[in-house]
């Protein structure tokens, strides 16, 4: 038989059970809610694990406090949800092992990022804390992005480097910090030096 | 924006993202930074070739069959080389002048090439040892350990041949693709001298190949074969004694009719070992 001379049914469409999607709900560090879908939090391996090892009901996720994501704030976690929820059900990216990796920034993720510095920061450290590949792809390859073209003196000021001088002299701090007998001894000696002694003990 | 800050897998894959031109630019910036680019390049699996002169040399790097050209590191003069900083390798200070042009790095100094070529390696993560990659026979670079020549346009004499590997003695591997130009006088032995040979399309016959070859395995792609060139070298071969040759596999023309040779065989090995996994190139 044709399609053509197939028997036309008619479907009462709302008879068929429609699946119910069901929305998570999740909690910033600064107390801030948010929900979203399933679909969406599969994009995050952290959470995807998370979700499925709580086996929540949709009456749970109801009922049930908000699931807390202590590390992130609700202004890096909002961007985070909302770049989920825009590429959900989209497979993830597996590493072909190409040098340069050859990674392109979606206009929507082009906007989504069009933000300071610090929050750029926190983003990225929120997509390796959640696993979330592409977010971490992109999101890395717009602080590449920052450094082409530039000289070692740029690239100091673009990525906050500081020179070997000033690293010896944190690292020194540091440990000063850390026993501040240290630098009391350090002084001692150099006082005894310059008095001309030959010995410390 | 404060890359230290990053976790280290957020580092990894920002030097990912970045040209190799860009990672070496941002390794100059300082001790840390240079430890955190090669800590992120751990992984890579690929190999640098160089091809140019002292004053100048232009880097690859090479995974599998793929060369992809990188940057070029040149000598510029000190007069030239105004502004400058210096990093320190193994002890010596080398110049580098302040002003980049895209995927050019310029020394002050041109005997520090090789103390830049040591330090691109070890950022890499990749031998210190030099691969060369040239269309040109007359390379100045010392010690090379592989080479892959390369000849497109005219055709190697065996007189240049012979120069460069009698210049490069200690060649561990050695890849020649290009015409050879030969003529009927040319009765020269032992010209490749390296321990594993890959000729692509350079040496037709297999009979020349016994003779030019000194080494331990070779592999000869296109190479015209015959019942009784087959047998010449065969005899030749089991007349040598302790010649270090281990196995020879060549590899017929396309268009060769392997029944007609009434052998069914596609490639010949001689000596005890077969060699099969010589082609395609593999790291060794």
Redesign the interface.
């Known amino acids: 038989m044709s399609v053509e001379n197939a028997p036309v049914v008619d479907v009462d469409e709302a008879a068929i059970p429609v699946e119910k999607k069901m929305y998570y709900r999740f909690e910033s560090n600064d107390k801030k809610e948010f929900r979203v879908s399933e679909l969406a939090i599969q994009q995050s391996e952290t959470l995807n694990r998370l979700v499925e090892a709580m086996g929540y009901t949709s009456e749970d996720v109801e009922n049930k406090p908000a699931i807390a994501i202590e590390n992130i704030d609700g202004k890096t976690l909002k961007l985070v949800f909302q770049w989920c929820e825009h590429h959900k059900g989209e497979a993830i990216p597996v590493d072909d092992g190409s040098v340069p990796k050859i990674v392109e920034i979606p206009e929507f993720d082009a906007k989504l990022m069009d933000i300071d510095n610090g929050l750029l920061f926190k983003l990225i450290w929120a997509a390796d804390y959640l696993n979330i590949v592409q977010l971490l792809n992109v999101s890395c390859k717009k602080v590449a992005n920052m450094a082409q073209g530039k000289t070692p003196a740029q690239l100091r000021r673009v990525y906050l480097l500081p020179s070997d001088e000033e690293d010896e002299a944190a690292k020194r701090a540091a440990q000063e910090a850390q026993d501040p007998r240290a630098r009391e001894v350090e002084e001692e000696f150099e006082e005894r030096k310059r008095q001309g002694g030959n010995s410390f003990f | 924006?404060?890359?230290?800050?990053?976790?280290h897998?957020?580092q990894r894959?920002?030097c990912?993202?970045?040209?190799?031109f860009?990672l070496v630019?941002?390794s100059?910036?300082?001790?840390?930074?240079r430890r955190a680019v090669k800590k992120a390049n751990k992984n890579?699996?690929?190999e640098i070739w160089v091809s140019g002169i002292k004053w100048y040399m232009s880097y690859s790097?090479r995974?599998m069959n793929n060369f992809?050209r990188s940057f070029s590191v040149y000598w510029n003069g000190p007069q030239v080389c105004r502004s400058k900083?210096y990093i320190k390798i193994d002890g010596t200070d080398v110049g580098i002048c302040?002003?980049?042009r895209?995927g050019e790095i310029y020394l002050e100094d041109c005997s520090h090439s090789l103390s830049m070529h040591k330090y691109i390696c070890n950022l890499f993560n990749v031998p210190e040892e030099i691969y060369v990659k040239s269309n040109q026979l007359e390379c100045e670079l010392q010690s090379v350990k592989r080479s892959y020549l390369w000849n497109s346009d005219s055709e190697f004499t065996l007189d240049d041949l012979e120069r460069f590997y009698r210049y490069h003695p200690d060649q561990e591997f050695s890849e020649v693709s290009g015409k050879l130009a030969l003529g009927y006088d040319h009765y020269n032995e032992n010209v490749f001298v390296v321990r594993n040979l890959i000729s692509r399309g350079t040496i037709r016959s297999i009979w020349r190949s016994f003779k030019l070859f000194k080494g331990e395995n070779a592999y000869c792609e296109d190479t015209y074969m015959s019942l009784f060139q087959i047998k010449y070298a065969m005899e030749e071969w089991m007349k040598r004694k302790d010649d270090g040759l281990k196995s020879m596999i060549f590899k017929p023309k396309e268009e060769y009719d392997v029944e007609k040779t009434r052998k069914k065989v596609k490639e010949i090995s001689c000596g005890n070992e077969r060699k099969q996994e010589v082609y395609p190139y593999k790291s060794m």
């Open positions: 924006m404060k890359f230290h800050r990053f976790p897998l957020v894959e920002i990912s993202l970045l040209h190799p860009d630019l941002l100059f910036c300082s001790d840390r930074t890579r699996k690929h790097f995974e992809k900083f302040e002003r980049f895209q």
